[in-house]
């Protein structure tokens, strides 16, 4: 199966991921500065968890335009609409062309596997 793949990464991220650089990655002396007093202000987990996303976001791009991926906050009204649709409650998950991997599948490897499979690789 050929084609583009839209990825979803699903958890409760920082308010600081939306309005900085993506992937965490600040361009700026100032937004690395910005980014890091916004992130000390956040509980640990919350934090690992938008890392994570960052890492796995940074481990598709190789793949160009086609992996489309999206961050969706669990707090926003598209995060409540993917957790009824797909009973994520507020677990992390990644959805990846309406599979869903949570839990234990939540292993960047395994996701990464599955895309390149739908790639066709």
């Known amino acids: ?3 583009r793949v839209k990825v979803t990464i699903y958890g409760l991220f920082p308010t600081v991921y939306f309005t900085a650089a993506p992937c965490c990655r600040f361009t700026t002396p100032e937004e690395e500065r910005y980014g890091a007093e916004q992130l000390q202000e956040y509980p640990w987990w919350m934090v690992h968890d938008l ?3 960052a890492a796995l976001v940074e481990r ?3 793949y160009g335009g086609s992996v489309r991926v999206e961050l969706v906050s669990a ?3 598209k995060g409540v ?3 009824l649709r797909y009973g994520l409650g507020g677990e992390p998950a990644v959805l990846v062309n309406g599979w869903v991997f ?3 599948a939540l292993d960047p490897d395994t996701i990464e596997d599955f ?4 790639l066709g690789y």
């Not at 895309?115 to 739908?118: A, D, E, I, K």
């Open 1 to 3: 199966m050929r084609g």
């Open 51 to 53: 890392r994570q996303a």
């Open 60 to 62: 598709l791009s190789k």
């Open 75 to 77: 707090d926003s009204l």
């Open 81 to 83: 609409w993917l957790s």
């Open 102 to 104: 949570k839990g234990p």
């Open 115 to 118: 895309v390149r499979r739908l």
